[in-house]
């Protein structure tokens, strides 16, 4: 069983900065991806920044140059920077992480139960 654990959400003031950290945890062999979507009300789910174990990149064109993703491979960890935070990233941020197993084959695709970030004045 693995679990997601995401922590760092809160409330900011337009043009301030948070750090998002999410932990896996449970019968983990390794994590190809691990990637941050966020859901705002009445919107869709989308992906935000994606990173895999090899430390390729792919972020949203509406928070790149504001948003840093990177991870600990060692900890199971990926974060995510975000600077320069604007009204209309307020959501809810939902840590996603694809394990496999030895060798190389999918065990799942697993989520964590999400972090509230509120940009407001």
């Known amino acids: 069983q693995v679990q997601l654990v995401e922590s760092g959400g809160g409330l900011v003031q337009p043009g301030g900065s948070l750090r998002l950290s999410c932990a896996a945890s449970?019968?983990?062999?390794?994590?190809?991806?691990m990637g941050w979507y966020r859901q705002a009300p009445g919107k869709q789910r989308e992906l935000v920044a994606v990173?895999?174990?090899?430390?390729?990149?792919n972020y949203a064109d509406s928070v790149k140059g504001r948003f840093t993703i990177s991870r600990d491979n060692a900890k199971n960890t990926v974060y995510l920077q975000m600077s320069s935070l604007k009204p209309e990233d307020t959501a809810v941020y939902y840590c996603?992480?694809?394990?496999?197993?030895?060798?190389?084959?999918?065990?799942?695709?697993?989520w964590g139960p999400g972090t509230q970030v509120t940009v407001s004045s």
């Open positions: 449970g019968s983990i062999v390794s994590i190809y991806a």
């Open positions: 990173i895999t174990s090899g430390g390729r990149t």
């Open positions: 996603n992480a694809d394990i496999r197993d030895l060798h190389g084959v999918g065990v799942g695709s697993y």
